[in-house]
Nanobody, 121 residues
Framework: QVQLVESGGGLVQAGGSLRLSCAAS????????MAWYRQIPGKERELVAR???????YYADSVKGRFTISRDNMEKMVDLQMIHLKPEDTAVYYC???????????????WGQGTQVTVSS
């Protein structure tokens, strides 16, 4: 089984910083793109940032210049450094991985359980 486990969420004041981490574990053969999504109640989950296995990153317009995604392929981890946080960044943040398990001919989408980020004004 493949698991993604997030850590690092919490409560922070506007203008503050948080770092989210996500570790992938299990019978992993290879990992393609990894990403962070977020969701607030009543809205669809939205892409925050995505990073390829080669390190190319994409950011949603709302977080450009404030968030930085990075990954460690050896450790099978992806991080999201968030600075200058705003109340509208409040959401549950989910880690995503496009992962192929040992013995599986195709890669599949895996999600973490989510971590709450709350930014107070």
């Amino acid at each position: 089984q493949v698991q993604l486990v997030e850590s690092g969420g919490g409560l922070v004041q506007a203008g503050g910083s948080l770092r989210l981490s996500c570790a992938a574990s299990g019978r992993i053969d290879s990992i393609g793109d990894m990403a962070w999504y977020r969701q607030i109640p009543g809205k669809e989950r939205e892409l925050v940032a995505r990073i390829t296995a080669g390190g190319s990153a994409y950011y949603a317009d709302s977080v450009k210049g404030r968030f930085t995604i990075s990954r460690d392929n050896m450790e099978k981890m992806v991080d999201l450094q968030m600075i200058h946080l705003k109340p509208e960044d409040t959401a549950v943040y989910y880690c995503y991985g496009d992962i192929r398990s040992w013995g599986d001919p195709v890669s599949r989408n895996y999600w973490g359980q989510g971590t709450q980020v709350t930014v107070s004004s």
